[in-house]
C-alpha cells in the first residue's frame, strides 16, 4: 500500500485511508449522530473513519467497499475467507451474509479498496486485522 493510501490516528495507529460517496458519507454521518445514545463505542469508531475520509461524488466506486457492496475479505489472523454484503442496519441478515455498518467488523470495512488491511476491535476487545481481497457489485443500494 502506498504511503498516499495511509494515514495515522490519533493513537499513532496507521490505517488505509478510506473512500467514501457522497450519499454513502451523508447516511453514514446521519447514523453515527443517531447511534451514539446506543451504541456509543461503535458509533465513535464510524464517526473516526468517517472523519479521516475522501468523499468523492461519485456514485459507484470501483473496487471499494461502499454501501450496498458485496466484499470479500481474510481474517489474518485464521486465515478465514469470507464475502458479506454490507448493508444499513435495518437491513442486516446473518443469515443472507448482511452485515449491518454498525457492526465492528462493518465500521472496519467501509471504504476499504482492495488489498487494504486493517485492524479492528471485536465486541469482546480481542484486537483483529483483515485484508479486503475483492470487490464485488452492489448488492443494495
Known amino acids: 500500500m502506498s504511503e498516499e493510501r495511509k494515514t495515522k ?4 495507529e496507521i490505517r488505509p485511508r478510506i473512500t467514501l460517496t457522497a450519499n454513502d458519507y451523508e447516511r453514514l454521518s446521519l447514523l453515527a449522530r443517531a447511534a451514539a445514545s446506543r451504541m456509543p463505542d461503535v458509533a465513535s469508531v464510524l464517526t473516526e473513519e468517517l472523519a479521516r475520509a475522501r468523499v468523492l461524488a461519485e ?5 471499494t ?3 450496498g457492496s458485496e466484499v470479500e ?3 489474518d489472523t485464521t486465515g478465514k475467507i469470507q464475502t458479506v454484503t454490507l448493508v444499513y442496519p435495518g437491513d442486516a ?3 443472507q451474509r448482511r452485515i449491518s455498518v454498525l457492526t465492528p467488523v462493518g465500521t472496519a470495512l467501509i471504504g476499504l479498496s482492495a488489498g487494504d488491511s486493517i485492524t479492528w476491535e471485536t465486541r ?5 486485522r483483515l485484508t479486503v481481497l475483492q470487490v464485488g457489485e452492489l448488492r443494495l443500494a
Open 124 to 128: 469482546s476487545g480481542d484486537v483483529k
Open 93 to 95: 441478515d446473518i443469515s
Open 73 to 75: 475479505f481474510r481474517d
Open 59 to 63: 456514485r459507484r466506486l470501483e473496487q
Open 9 to 12: 490516528t490519533v493513537s499513532g
Open 65 to 67: 467497499v461502499c454501501m
